[in-house]
């Protein structure tokens, strides 16, 4: 039997999912911690999807859209279900609507990435990728919830990222996309790089801990570019013309999200 290549990174894709789907299973048995590690298993599982289809050339429509439905359940619904058996179980229907932020938030900005997709070589994504967004309330909850800080101060953070990262999923702020690991993008991007290899050192010297403090740096750059782009309206008409200018040139057959 001829198993075709787009077969590859697709399994990755059904793996996210799987993950998202068994941090269901243990948040709902109140494993927390567990339930968090198999959201950052399923991120794992997201970018290598992406680099196995980058390097098969294989990237398709219906991968387009299996990604996005996986995403959905392990950055969306998952994260949602763990702060509400967390901490809003407690408040009834407010803290329902608290904790379902997350999932709708998070469906809504993959929906608006797929209705906006036109190319593949972008140097911004619009809003908060859902992952990252996933990956720091996640985060938060291994290494810091109830542990580093007191009680009373992590239940104001969980109040903060429950408010505060599904906002930025949808808002239009830009945050800088992974560049492909060659010659040319490392010449081109070099502070992207050693930013990325300095935030893997920090996180293996951390056993982990350091995925928080990384993912806050990675949030603040997005809202940071907006203020400077803000009081300097000649930059942001560049960036603009650029982004319209990539749009343009990029190659809408080839699909790598």
Not at 71 to 100: Q, R
Not at 215 to 228: E, H, K, P, Q, V
Request: contains cysteine; glycine residues 6%; positive net charge.
């Amino acid at each position: 039997m001829n198993i075709p290549r787009s077969f590859i990174p697709s399994l990755f894709t059904v793996l996210n999912a799987f993950c998202g789907f068994m941090s269901l299973i243990y948040a709902m048995n109140g494993n927390f911690t567990q339930a968090s590690f198999f959201i950052i298993y399923a991120m794992l599982f997201d970018g290598f999807d992406g680099i196995v289809a980058r390097l098969l050339n294989t990237s398709s429509e219906f991968g387009v859209e299996l990604d996005s439905l996986s995403d959905v359940i392990s950055f969306g619904v998952a994260p949602s279900f763990i702060i509400y058996n967390l901490y809003f179980k407690n408040i009834e229907t407010f803290g329902v609507v608290v904790s379902s932020f997350f999932m709708i938030f998070s469906a809504v900005r993959l929906a608006r990435f797929n209705v906006q997709l036109v190319g593949f070589d972008k140097d911004y994504f619009k809003g908060l990728p859902t992952p990252i967004a996933a990956v720091t309330l996640c985060s938060y909850v291994i290494f810091y919830n109830n542990r580093i800080f007191s009680e009373e101060t992590s239940v104001y953070f969980i109040w903060i990222l429950a408010f505060l990262l599904p906002a930025l999923m949808i808002s239009n702020f830009k945050y800088d996309t992974l560049p492909k690991f060659n010659k040319r993008n490392i010449k081109k991007y070099p502070v992207k790089f050693i930013i990325i290899l300095i935030a893997i050192i920090l996180i293996l010297l951390t056993k982990g801990e350091g995925i928080f403090s990384f993912c806050l740096f990675y949030i603040s750059t997005g809202i940071i570019r907006s203020f400077f782009n803000f009081i300097n309206p000649k930059k942001r008409r560049i960036m603009n013309t650029s982004e319209s200018n990539s749009k343009e040139s990029a190659d809408p057959g080839l699909n790598l999200k």
